[in-house]
């Protein structure tokens, strides 16, 4: 070898060592800013254990759903494995990263805020999270039965008989599938046929203002009852909404866990509704 072949080694050598060297300044320099950023004297288990074990409201402000709820809902998770605790964060900090999300439709810097979480951490958990809800959806979310009449419409002298085939009401949404003799309520954008039954066009149907004469009575009272009827049952989805606020102003996520986020929330809502039940 003669020597400029030994200065080029020297030259490759030098240049490997200050591109190592510059590698460990960056990795200990985001440490360094990680944890001036991450300086709060409550780590994120103290904040879980704050919320669990404060005053009741915190708990369901920050979860939208009480502690008893919580505890039931991650204790059902973790025992049939659907999530699991890794070595910094436990099931419940999951759990309640997730939450906090849906329910007040955060981004991911105000979770990393609350959490004390770096943002990759925060993405992670809220993916495993929403993955393990929504595949719980075969045991929380079930179609009408069709073989009964809801007792809404069942013991209404403004519903019964005249809605008794009525299986639900949609409101923007599509669906796929028709049972014979059961439909959907739906408003005037949509055609009335199939499984939609919609109001009458044209027909107002103010029924209690007694000063307007003329007009079909007959297809106004129609419209009023499917009107009370159909808001009766959208009312449930004002309340979903209500209490997962992402659904009305979604995040850009990738489309697959967007569609996959209202489903998660039915769950949710669902397991809400049930555990509250005597």
Same mark, same amino acid.
């Given at each position: 070898?003669?020597?400029?072949?030994?200065?080029?080694?020297?030259?490759?050598?030098?240049?490997?060592?200050?591109?190592?060297?510059?590698?460990?300044?960056?990795?200990?320099?985001?440490?360094?800013?990680?944890?001036?950023?991450?300086?709060?004297?409550?780590?994120?288990?103290?904040?879980?254990?704050?919320?669990?074990?404060?005053?009741?409201?915190?708990?369901?402000?920050?979860?939208?759903?009480?502690?008893?709820?919580?505890?039931?809902?991650?204790?059902?998770?973790?025992?049939?494995?659907?999530?699991?605790?890794?070595?910094?964060?436990?099931?419940?900090?999951?759990?309640?990263?997730?939450?906090?999300?849906?329910?007040?439709?955060?981004?991911?810097?105000?979770?990393?805020?609350?959490?004390?979480?770096?943002?990759?951490?925060?993405?992670?958990?809220?993916?495993?999270?929403?993955?393990?809800?929504?595949?719980?959806?075969?045991? @929380?979310?079930?179609?009408?039965?069709? =073989?009964?009449?809801?007792? *809404?419409?069942?013991?209404?002298? /403004?519903? !019964? $008989?005249?809605?008794?085939?009525?299986?639900?009401?949609?409101?923007?949404?599509?669906?796929?599938?028709?049972?014979?003799?059961?439909?959907?309520?739906?408003?005037?954008?949509?055609?009335?046929?199939?499984?939609?039954?919609?109001?009458?066009?044209?027909?107002?149907?103010?029924?209690?203002?007694?000063?307007?004469?003329?007009?079909?009575?007959?297809?106004?009272?129609?419209? @009023?009852?499917?009107?009370?009827?159909? =808001?009766?049952?959208?009312? *449930?989805?004002?309340?979903?909404? /209500?209490? !997962? $606020?992402?659904?009305?102003?979604?995040?850009?996520?990738?489309?697959?866990?967007?569609?996959?986020?209202?489903?998660?929330?039915?769950?949710?809502?669902?397991?809400?509704?049930?555990?509250?039940?005597?």
């Amino acid at each position: 070898m003669d020597a400029g072949d030994s200065n080029n080694g020297d030259s490759f050598e030098d240049l490997s060592f200050w591109w190592v060297f510059f590698g460990m300044f960056y990795q200990l320099l985001k440490k360094r800013q990680s944890a001036i950023r991450y300086n709060s004297i409550l780590t994120a288990d103290d904040r879980v254990t704050e919320f669990l074990h404060g005053h009741w409201e915190r708990i369901f402000n920050k979860t939208r759903m009480t502690r008893d709820c919580f505890v039931r809902i991650s204790s059902i998770m973790e025992q049939t494995g659907r999530l699991t605790p890794s070595r910094a964060v436990s099931v419940e900090e999951q759990l309640m990263i997730f939450l906090f999300v849906v329910g007040h439709s955060a981004s991911n810097r105000d979770a990393q805020e609350t959490w004390q979480r770096s943002g990759s951490t925060i993405s992670k958990y809220f993916g495993i999270v929403l993955e393990a809800i929504f595949n719980m959806s075969g045991e @929380y979310i079930r179609p009408p039965d069709m =073989n009964n009449v809801h007792h *809404t419409i069942r013991y209404s002298n /403004r519903f !019964f $008989p005249y809605f008794q085939g009525c299986v639900g009401a949609i409101d923007g949404t599509h669906v796929s599938a028709c049972v014979g003799g059961k439909y959907y309520l739906v408003d005037s954008g949509y055609a009335n046929r199939g499984c939609f039954l919609a109001p009458y066009r044209g027909t107002n149907y103010h029924l209690r203002d007694r000063r307007r004469l003329g007009g079909d009575r007959k297809k106004e009272q129609f419209n @009023y009852r499917h009107a009370s009827l159909r =808001n009766a049952i959208e009312r *449930t989805f004002g309340i979903w909404k /209500r209490r !997962f $606020p992402i659904l009305r102003s979604m995040h850009q996520f990738p489309l697959d866990k967007q569609a996959m986020i209202p489903v998660a929330c039915a769950v949710l809502h669902n397991f809400i509704r049930m555990d509250q039940l005597p």
